[in-house]
C-alpha cells in the first residue's frame, strides 16, 4: 500500500535551533517525494521536491531509500518557518494523473 | 493572476441539502484537482480533470460529481449532504501530467448539520 507517515503531529523548537520534520513512506518502486508549506492564512504550496535537490528558505530533504524516509531538515529555525509541514507521495495507482498521497502533516511552532 | 480561486469560504448544509463548490483558475493550467482534508487527516483526492471535457474519481468519489465544460472552471457537486462530507475542500490545478507541483486555492469550509 501506497502511504505517507508523519510521526509528529507538533514540533516546537526555538529560534536558532535546528530543525528535523520526519516523513517515511511506503511505496514500491521508485519514489517522487514532496514537501507542501501552508503558512498561516496562506494557501498550500510547494516547498521542494526531492528530484531537484534544492534548497528553500534553508530547508533540505533528502531522500533515503533504504530507510524509506523523506526527512526535511534546517539547521537554525526562524520564527517565520512557523507553518503547517505536509509531506507527500506521487502516487500510481489507476489513471490517477499527478495524484499526491498527503501525510497527515506536522505543525511547526518556532519560539523565539 | 489570481491563481485559483475557490467560493464560498465556508457554507453551513443541512443533511440532505446539495450545493455547488466553485473553482476557478486563471493559469490555463489543463490539470485540476478537487481534494478534501478532514481533521487531522492529509488531503485525499475526490476527482481530478485533465482537459475540458474529461474527468475522472479519485480515491473518495462517493457522494460528489464534478464537470469540465471549460479550462478555467472545474465545480464540485454535493448531492444529499451528509455529516461524513463536513471537510475542508481544496481545488488545485497544474501545468503540465506527471508533476508533483499542484497550485492550491484557499479551501472551502463545508459543516453539514
Known amino acids: 500500500a501506497q502511504r505517507v507517515t508523519q510521526p509528529e503531529k507538533l514540533l516546537s523548537v526555538f529560534k536558532g535551533a535546528p530543525v528535523e520534520l520526519k516523513c517515511n513512506y511506503s511505496?514500491?518502486?521508485?519514489?517522487?517525494l514532496f514537501w507542501y508549506v501552508q503558512y498561516s492564512r496562506q494557501r498550500l504550496q510547494l516547498l521542494l521536491r526531492?528530484?531537484s535537490r534544492e534548497s528553500i528558505k534553508g530547508f533540505t530533504a533528502d531522500l533515503n531509500k533504504g530507510e524509506t524516509s523523506f526527512h526535511l531538515k534546517k539547521p537554525f529555525a526562524q520564527e517565520e518557518d512557523s507553518a503547517m509541514y505536509y509531506c507527500?507521495?506521487?502516487?500510481?495507482?489507476?489513471?490517477?494523473?499527478?495524484?499526491?498521497?498527503f501525510g497527515k502533516g506536522t505543525k511547526l511552532s518556532v519560539k523565539p | 493572476n489570481a491563481g485559483v480561486t475557490q467560493t464560498p469560504k465556508f457554507r453551513i448544509l443541512k443533511i440532505g441539502q446539495s450545493m455547488t463548490l466553485q473553482c476557478a483558475q486563471d493559469?490555463?493550467?489543463?490539470?485540476m484537482y478537487w481534494y478534501r482534508q478532514d481533521p487531522g487527516m492529509g488531503l485525499k483526492l475526490i476527482y481530478y480533470?485533465?482537459?475540458?471535457?474529461?474527468?475522472d474519481k479519485g480515491e473518495v468519489p462517493n457522494g460528489y460529481n464534478v464537470s469540465r465544460s471549460t479550462t478555467e472552471d472545474f465545480p464540485l457537486r454535493l448531492e444529499l449532504a451528509a455529516p461524513s462530507q463536513t471537510s475542508v475542500y481544496f481545488c488545485?490545478?497544474?501545468?503540465?501530467?506527471?508533476?508533483?507541483?499542484?497550485?492550491f486555492g484557499e479551501g472551502s469550509r463545508l459543516t453539514v448539520l
Open positions: 493559469m490555463n493550467h489543463n490539470y
Open positions: 511505496y514500491s518502486g521508485s519514489p517522487e
Open positions: 488545485a490545478s497544474s501545468p503540465r501530467l506527471n508533476t508533483g507541483e499542484l497550485f
Open positions: 480533470s485533465v482537459g475540458a471535457g474529461i474527468t
Open positions: 507527500a507521495l506521487r502516487g500510481r495507482y489507476g489513471g490517477s494523473q499527478g495524484n499526491l498521497i
Open positions: 526531492h528530484i
